[in-house]
């Protein structure tokens, strides 16, 4: 009988076919309190985890540094001005009509990344990318290629007054970050 | 218990690989299966608590690393601006750190009181004990230097105190520190290294660890009674789950007492002048190290001459790892030992005095206070245990473990 171990409670015998079957006990106080122990185990190695992955995340002066004001004013017609945004290189470009020209005109469908240039600036004359080629990371040179908007010289990728690519292993165009003109002579980005 | 072990792996993969790695066998004859005296009492959880708490340690420690910067000029600022402030959650490491070292040193203090206590450290576990007076002396200065990284004043004025006492070697003692400095002082040199060396210790401690769990596991556990295991059937119960379980459950009220350091005074144990960045030109008023180093501190300062009290300082330590042979009393525990015991606990005062003299200014009052709990400390050692080991008038002791604990009788022998 009970001798104040757990016993294992027997019991009523299964018949027909159902006869060698094992039978599953009911869930016992030993169940209940392994269950609970170890949600609560797990509930604590969680809590304690997220803390040490987290701290890996950009901190809170990285993330004020995320934004970055510029004033245009100072920019001629023509030049390209690099700032640093995300601890890399942005560039601003200040464009003469003629390469607002050239980079409306061009037949989408050739581009290796179709893209028309209304999709890729908010006012023609300014266009705002990031200055990191996406083939593998160098920083182009501005008015310098056979499409006169930007030659990275690590392996020969040609981009265009809208920062398109058009020559070369780049296999996208310069991306554009997220801003906004906070009036006519200043703009935020990021 | 020693010997090559049964377990044999359920599944086939698991066959493979212990054919090449036997690291299940050894996970569970050391961990699962491994035989541990029935008797053992909380006093016997703090080596999982360690264990515990250097991992903790280990881990917050090398989350740290990412944002500290070990230079002299921006070393503060790191600390208590970046992972105070900015850092996610650093805040919370960094407190997790500095008042898990406390309880690191709080649970080591607990673990070899229980050796004192019990004789753990009495034949067949002397070199157990030595190699744990090894650990303990690893962790001082592990925890020296990491005091010293955060380059507040105390991290300073501790950092050129303990230094200085190299300078009393004679003839070379200057060298020695200048040596050890990277200069003239403590400086820049100091810390760079202070931190490699901090980085470095804990992983050397983690090995001694190892070899501290086996040389345990050769003879076993001692237990409350201090009679060795001689029937494993009737004095023992499996590691796991008795004494696993009971591991989660002392440490995780441990880890309560821990969460309400970080969350509710996490300051509580560090000293205010450390807030304040290191100035080699000027030393704080009143200069101590952690709580933990205090009964040191005060043997130091007790002895008037600096050679000597560095000597003292040092011997305090090193006499920790001659115990076993300074008590040989044939009795292990202090449960059977009444004399012994009184003096146990007349030590645990000294020490405790110690420790509160050296929070103290020194003055003529508290130094003739001092130098007699030193005396104390030493004669504990010194003269009492050896005193004892032979003329105590001891209890009898229980002709087993089983006949210790268990209500029934076990079987008598056959007529």
Redesign the interface.
């Known amino acids: 009988m009970h001798d104040g171990r757990h016993a294992a409670r027997s019991e009523p015998s299964l018949g027909g076919w159902m006869a060698n079957a094992t039978t599953i006990e009911k869930p016992n106080r030993r169940d209940f309190l392994y269950l609970a122990t170890g949600s609560v185990g797990a509930a604590g190695v969680a809590a304690i985890a997220w803390?040490?992955i987290?701290?890996?995340?950009p901190?809170?002066?990285?993330l004020a540094m995320s934004s970055i004001e510029v004033d245009l004013g100072a920019i001629p017609e023509g030049q390209i001005v690099t700032v640093k945004w995300r601890g890399g290189p942005v560039f601003i470009r200040h464009r003469t009509e003629k390469e607002i020209e050239e980079a409306q005109n061009v037949n989408i469908g050739e581009l290796r990344d179709p893209q028309s240039d209304a999709q890729r600036v908010k006012k023609p004359e300014w266009l705002i990318v990031v200055g990191v080629c996406t083939h593998l990371g160098c920083v182009p040179l501005g008015h310098e290629g056979k499409y006169e908007g930007w030659f990275c010289p690590c392996h020969g990728s040609m981009y265009d007054t809208s920062g398109r690519i058009r020559q070369g292993p780049a296999p996208l165009n310069l991306a554009v970050p997220e801003y906004t003109f906070l009036s006519d002579a200043r703009v935020k980005i990021g | 218990m020693s010997g090559p072990s049964t377990y044999v792996p359920k599944s086939a993969i698991g066959r493979w690989f212990e054919a090449r790695l036997p690291l299940m066998g050894m996970v569970h004859s050391s961990f699962i299966a491994y035989p541990v005296p029935r008797n053992l009492n909380y006093m016997w959880t703090f080596g999982a608590i360690l264990s515990f708490m250097l991992v903790a340690q280990i881990?917050?420690g090398v989350?740290l690393a990412?944002?500290y910067i070990p230079s002299a000029n921006e070393a503060f600022d790191s600390v208590t601006n970046?992972i105070m402030?900015?850092?996610?959650?650093?805040w919370?490491?960094r407190y997790m750190h500095t008042n898990g070292a406390s309880l690191f040193f709080f649970a080591v203090y607990i673990h070899m009181f229980r050796g004192f206590y019990y004789g753990s450290f009495k034949p067949p576990r002397e070199l157990l004990w030595i190699i744990g007076v090894i650990i303990y002396f690893l962790m001082m200065a592990t925890a020296f230097m990491g005091y010293v990284l955060p380059w507040g004043s105390m991290s300073y004025a501790g950092a050129t105190v303990i230094t200085n006492l190299t300078s009393a070697i004679p003839f070379v003692g200057n060298s020695i520190a200048h040596w050890l400095w990277g200069g003239y002082a403590v400086g820049a040199p100091t810390l760079t290294r202070f931190y490699s060396l901090h980085y470095l210790l804990p992983f050397i401690i983690a090995a001694f660890v190892g070899l501290h769990v086996w040389a345990l596991h050769v003879p076993g556990q001692n237990n409350p009674d201090g009679v060795e295991v001689q029937n494993v059937d009737r004095d023992t119960v499996a590691f796991t789950p008795y004494a696993t379980i009971k591991d989660v459950f002392a440490l995780s009220i441990f880890l309560i007492f821990y969460a309400w350091l970080i969350f509710y005074i996490p300051n509580y144990l560090l000293d205010p002048d450390n807030s304040k960045v290191a100035n080699p030109l000027m030393t704080p008023a009143h200069v101590v190290p952690e709580w933990y180093l205090l009964p040191f501190y005060a043997i130091l300062r007790a002895i008037p001459n600096k050679l000597m009290g560095v000597i003292a300082l040092f011997a305090a330590i090193v006499v920790l790892a001659l115990v076993p042979w300074l008590d040989r009393s044939p009795v292990k525990s202090a449960k059977y030992r009444p004399t012994y015991r009184f003096f146990f606990w007349v030590f645990v005062v000294v020490c405790i005095g110690l420790g509160y003299l050296g929070s103290q200014e020194p003055t003529e009052g508290t130094a003739l206070i001092a130098r007699i709990l030193t005396a104390g400390y030493f004669g504990f050692f010194l003269v009492v245990m050896p005193l004892l080991s032979f003329t105590e008038k001891t209890k009898p002791i229980p002709a087993s473990i089983a006949d210790a604990v268990l209500p029934n009788k076990p079987a008598q022998a056959q007529a």
Do not use: E, F, I, K
């Open positions: 803390p040490l987290d701290q890996m995340n901190d809170a002066s990285t | 881990v917050t989350v990412m944002h970046d402030r900015n850092v996610n959650y650093g919370l490491v």
